[in-house]
């Protein structure tokens, strides 16, 4: 009886001291901050950390609109920088990872063929992120335009709602090629086809940042998990995923 209350009572101990984090990740991180939450949770008992994943420019909007995320990772620094002058941070935009991009088919011939093989007819749909709320998509249309190709294949261009959607368009046949986050088409995510990383000097770095929310002002598992996404362990993790170390 006595064991059954000091359990009954370690309960509710636990319970009452727990916290609970709500957090945005860019789409392109989906897979990494799993990870991430999984290893930070394993020595916190009855805490939880909820993950919404999506375009970074449309969690923007559903966070000025009343979503009360406290943690925001996106897939650059605009949008953090941006909630930081809103007033709405309690720390400064910081930089967590650095992010890749990559051309992505089901069929290897092209991705061989390279970039240039977009203006042909080998090529009748391209698939990227929108670049109106995807920072990959912005990137994506960045390096067409740097390989003179943006107005050759502009109407080959299909626009998926967040990488996830244009990954989708690839696999689905639905686009011949796509433009894609290198985090989401790893070997550890399992990808349908194939890819090859985009040379980078065909696009701006993507860096990527985060910000504590004004919800999360009085959550200190938030600063624990900032910190912990900036160690060494969090950031081979990141690598593990096809990020660039933030440092």
């Known amino acids: 009886m006595k064991k059954s209350?000091?359990?009954?009572?370690?309960?509710?101990?636990?319970?009452?001291f727990a916290d609970q984090l709500n957090i945005f990740g860019a789409t392109a991180t989906k897979y990494a901050m799993e990870e991430l939450r999984t290893e930070f949770l394993k020595k916190r008992q009855g805490d939880e950390i909820k993950f919404y994943a999506g375009s970074s420019g449309k969690a923007?909007?559903?966070?000025?609109s009343g979503m009360r995320y406290d943690m925001f990772?996106?897939?650059?620094?605009?949008?953090p920088e941006q909630i930081v002058a809103d007033g709405n941070a309690i720390t400064p935009s910081t930089v967590y990872a650095i992010g890749?991009?990559?051309f992505y088919s089901l069929d290897q011939k092209l991705i061989d063929e390279g970039i240039k093989t977009a203006a042909t007819d080998k090529i009748k749909k391209i698939s990227i992120?929108?670049?109106?709320?995807?920072?990959?998509?912005t990137a994506a249309m960045e390096v067409l335009k740097n390989a003179s190709l943006l107005e050759a294949v502009r109407h080959k261009i299909v626009l998926g709602e967040n990488l996830s959607q244009a990954i989708h368009f690839v696999d689905s046949g639905a686009a011949d090629m796509g433009l894609i986050a290198f985090s989401l088409l790893k070997e550890t995510n399992a990808p349908k086809g194939v890819y090859k990383l985009v040379d980078q000097s065909l696009y701006a770095p993507l860096y990527q940042s985060f910000v504590l929310t004004k919800y999360a002002k009085n959550k200190p598992l938030a600063q624990e998990f900032a910190h912990f996404v900036l160690s060494e362990k969090g950031q081979v993790i990141l690598e593990k995923y096809g990020f660039r170390r933030a440092q």
Do not use: E, H, W
């Open 60 to 64: 923007y909007t559903q966070f000025n």
């Open 5 to 16: 209350i000091l359990s009954f009572l370690m309960l509710c101990s636990i319970t009452l």
């Open 100 to 102: 890749v991009l990559a």
């Open 129 to 137: 992120a929108n670049p109106k709320v995807a920072p990959y998509g």
């Open 73 to 79: 990772f996106s897939a650059d620094s605009k949008y």
